[in-house]
C-alpha cells in the first residue's frame, strides 16, 4: 500500500509558476514509477507527467511540454511537478498516482496507475 498527499497548489495569475509536491509513505518508493494528473471542471482527466523509477526518464503532455518539469527525490519519497507559465488552461485538481514496477518506463494511462492521492486545485487567474 502507498499514501500519497499532494501540496502545493493555490491561486496564481497567468504567467506565474507554481511547484506541486507529492509525499508518498508505505512501501518502496524508488520502485514506482509517478505520474501527475489533472481534471478541470466538465473535463475528463488528462496526463501531464510521469517519471521512470529507474533512470528518472520524464514524459509530458504537449501542453505542458516544455513549461512544466516532474522530478523525484526518492531519498524524500517525494515527486515533483515545478510549473511554468501558467495560463488558464492549466486550472485543474492535480493528483499524482503511482505506479508500481522498477523501470524505464513512464506510464501515461491512468489504469497502469494503482495509487492515487487526493488532489490539489491549481487556478490561474487570467
Known amino acids: 500500500q502507498v499514501q500519497l498527499v499532494e501540496s502545493g497548489g493555490g491561486l496564481v495569475q497567468a504567467g506565474g509558476s507554481l511547484r506541486l509536491s507529492c509525499a508518498a509513505s508505505g512501501r518502496t518508493f524508488s520502485s514506482y514509477s509517478m505520474g501527475w494528473f489533472r481534471q478541470a471542471p466538465g473535463k475528463e482527466r488528462e496526463f501531464v507527467a510521469s517519471?521512470?523509477?529507474?533512470?528518472?526518464?520524464?514524459n509530458y503532455a504537449d501542453s505542458v511540454k516544455g513549461r512544466f518539469t516532474i522530478s523525484r527525490d526518492n531519498a524524500k519519497s517525494t515527486v515533483y511537478l515545478q510549473m511554468s507559465s501558467l495560463n488558464s488552461e492549466d486550472t485543474a485538481v492535480y493528483r499524482c498516482?503511482?505506479?508500481?514496477?522498477?523501470?524505464?518506463?513512464?506510464?501515461?494511462?491512468?489504469?497502469?496507475?494503482?495509487?492515487w492521492g487526493q488532489g490539489t486545485q491549481v487556478t490561474v487567474s487570467s
Open positions: 517519471i521512470s523509477s529507474i533512470g528518472g526518464r520524464t
Open positions: 498516482a503511482a505506479a508500481p514496477g522498477a523501470s524505464f518506463y513512464t506510464p501515461i494511462l491512468a489504469y497502469e496507475y494503482n495509487y
